[in-house]
């Protein structure tokens, strides 16, 4: 079976996948789980999809109703999957799409001109590059007020203690993944 949006108005819509074991998508479930969490955050959310690899959170995220979505990958594979997906599901009007060095900075979220409300995380696991992401996505200045940040990551790599930025609000554990739920602080 392969990927698909599982909820929403493109409920239903297959996506493409990157071969080989390059990307990792969250899987259909573990997105059904995640979106069941937030709930009403994400109508009308203003999105970015970091280490977006297929696009599929942030795509799942407008199908529920977010406002708009801006993804970021620095694997031009991955960024061509999510260019053929956003147009396939017709929300290329809502979406942006960014070749970028997550970990080095964000400083490409500058020009964007929005605050987001909603961020997911999904960086390749085991390989340090959370804490200094969430500094760049905290340096970057492209937060909303209490901005939800859903960080997907593997059980042996927690989440780091960066208390001035963030706090840590909830974390769920689906086999050997975690998904972490960080608000901003004010």
Same mark, same amino acid.
């Given at each position: 079976m ?7 108005? &493109? ?7 990157v ?10 479930? &573990?997105?059904e789980s995640?979106?069941?969490? &937030?709930?009403?955050? =994400?109508?009308?959310?203003? =999105?970015l999809?970091?280490?977006?690899g ?12 977010a406002?708009?979505? =801006?993804?970021?990958?620095d ?6 999957v999510?260019?053929?997906?956003v ?10 799409i ?11 979220l ?7 409300d ?10 340090g590059?959370?804490k200094?992401t969430?500094i760049n ?13 859903? =960080?997907?990551?593997?059980? &042996? ?9 963030f ?7 689906y086999?050997k ?10």
């Amino acid at each position: 079976m392969g990927l698909r949006i599982i909820g929403g108005e &493109l409920r239903g819509r297959k996506l493409y996948t990157v071969p080989g074991t390059l990307i990792r998508p969250t899987a259909d479930r &573990l997105r059904e789980s995640i979106f069941n969490i &937030l709930s009403n955050l =994400v109508k009308e959310a203003v =999105v970015l999809d970091l280490f977006a690899g297929t696009g599929a959170l942030g795509i799942e995220a407008l199908s529920r109703g977010a406002e708009s979505a =801006v993804f970021i990958d620095d694997s031009k594979a991955a960024l061509s999957v999510v260019e053929r997906n956003v147009q396939s599901c017709a929300v290329d009007n809502r979406s942006q799409i960014i070749r970028w060095n997550i970990v080095k900075n964000l400083n490409c979220l500058r020009s964007i001109g929005s605050k987001f409300d909603l961020v997911f995380m999904d960086p390749p696991y085991n390989n340090g590059m959370i804490k200094s992401t969430l500094i760049n996505l905290h340096d970057s200045g492209s937060l909303g007020n209490e901005a939800c940040i859903v =960080v997907e990551h593997n059980y &042996l790599e927690p989440i780091p203690e960066i208390s001035k930025q963030f706090e840590l609000i909830d974390q769920r554990k689906y086999g050997k993944k975690l998904i972490s739920f960080i608000k901003t602080k004010d």
